[in-house]
C-alpha cells in the first residue's frame, strides 16, 4: 500500500468517525426538540443547537415545508448518511 494510499484510508476513517458524531448530536437535538421544557438558551442544549443548525438551515432554504411539513431534516440525515457511507467505502478500498 503506497503513503497516499494509507494517508487516504486514515484521513476518510477519520471524517466517517466525525460525521457520525454529529449524526448523532443532530438525532439528540431532533429528539429533545419534542421536549417542550428545555430551555434552548442554557448548556449544553445551546451548543448542540449552534453545532447543528447551519447544516440543517441549509436543507430548509432548499427544501420549503410543505403542508407543514418539514422535511429538511430527514433529507439532512440521509445525505450525511450517505456521506458517512462513502467514507466508509474509501477507507475499506
Known sequence: MTLFAHTLQILSKAISNFL?????LIIIQ?????????NWYREPFYTIANLTDPYIKIFEGILPSS???DLSILFATL???VLISVCKNISFA
Not at 457520525?20 to 448523532?24: D, H, K, R
Request: proline share 0%; no cysteine.
Open 20 to 24: 457520525e458524531l454529529y449524526f448523532i
Open 79 to 81: 445525505f450525511l448518511r
Open 67 to 69: 403542508l407543514g411539513i
Open 30 to 38: 431532533y429528539s429533545l426538540g419534542w421536549i417542550t421544557a428545555i
